[in-house]
């Protein structure tokens, strides 16, 4: 954990694009937690960069030193209407720095820039009923497990599941929009 106090966190910006590309594309690669078969470039994550910054949703890079070592970001959870004050997490460590608290620090971040919002629930679309260490993060930060979605996902040879969980943000459903 004291590695992680050498961390800063910021809003990412453009210069920060080809890092966050590399070290999902790692995740993609390597991980279950995303359910993408191939990695995007850097054109692509630039445009989802630039959607959820848009749309004035949080979208955080850790540093230490000159080194991205994480990254997290807030984005709708579905498209129709309704879902507006709903909004979905993401957060990816480089494996090196995973159990050092860089993880805790963007999420609480993230849950804090997102009360500051609209946002009144989180939710958490964990990839693979295996991946203890995002559940564990997730149940830290006060979420709540709310369902399984079993083997609705094929990669690296075998059925993956999705693990929800759930976290009110500010007032959550207490008294009108």
């Not at 470039?41 to 000159?66: C, I, Q």
Request: aromatic share 8%; charged share 20%.
């Amino acid at each position: 954990m004291s590695e992680a106090l050498d961390v800063r966190l910021r809003a990412a910006e453009a210069v920060d694009l080809p890092a966050i590309t590399a070290l999902y594309g790692d995740h993609v690669r390597a991980g279950t937690a995303s359910f993408e078969l191939d990695p995007p470039d850097e054109a692509e994550m630039t445009r989802r960069w630039n959607d959820v910054v848009a749309r004035g949703l949080p979208y955080l890079v850790a540093m230490r030193g000159d080194q991205t070592v994480g990254y997290a970001y807030a984005g709708p959870y579905r498209p129709r209407p309704a879902y507006r004050f709903t909004v979905e997490d993401s957060v990816y460590i480089r494996p090196n720095y995973a159990g050092r608290g860089v993880g805790r620090m963007l999420l609480d971040a993230l849950i804090a820039a997102c009360e500051r919002g609209d946002a009144r629930q989180m939710i958490a679309v964990i990839g693979d009923s295996a991946n203890t260490p995002s559940i564990r993060l997730h149940a830290a930060a006060g979420f709540t497990h709310t369902g399984l979605l079993s083997s609705v996902g094929w990669k690296f040879g075998r059925w993956l599941d999705v693990v929800l969980m759930q976290r009110a943000l500010g007032r959550g459903n207490t008294g009108p929009v």
